[in-house]
């Protein structure tokens, strides 16, 4: 188990504001990511709607709220983890 951690930069106009971390569990494609959620990581939320899950965040600073889809979110942690990346800045996100 390894962790990637969340954060926002705003594209490097603040700051790095931390959202929380993902837990991720698993390897090569069997790689299952989860979000922490709670008092502590105030900045991540995860809900399910019709279909896939939808991951959402919340940067406290710039108020950007990126909505992840759960594919996507597979997707990212996987190329980090093999990029040997342990840091998302949801703010490069495409959302
Ligand atoms: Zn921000």
Redesign the pocket.
């Known amino acids: 188990m390894s962790t990637l951690k969340v954060i926002?930069?705003?594209r490097g106009?603040?700051p790095r504001?931390r959202l929380g971390p993902i837990t991720v569990d698993g390897g090569g494609s069997d790689v299952r990511p989860r979000f922490e959620r709670g008092r502590r990581h105030p900045g991540v939320t995860a809900r399910t709607g019709r279909g896939q899950a939808v991951y959402e965040t919340r940067?406290?600073?710039?108020?950007?709220n990126p909505r992840i889809p759960e594919g996507d979110l597979f997707r990212i942690t996987v190329e980090y983890k093999a990029a040997g990346r342990d840091t998302l800045d949801?703010?490069h996100l495409p959302y």
């Not at 940067?59 to 950007?64: F, H, Q, V």
Request: charged fraction near 20%; glycine fraction near 8%.
């Open positions: 926002c930069t705003n106009r603040h504001a940067c406290p600073r710039c108020g950007r949801i703010s």
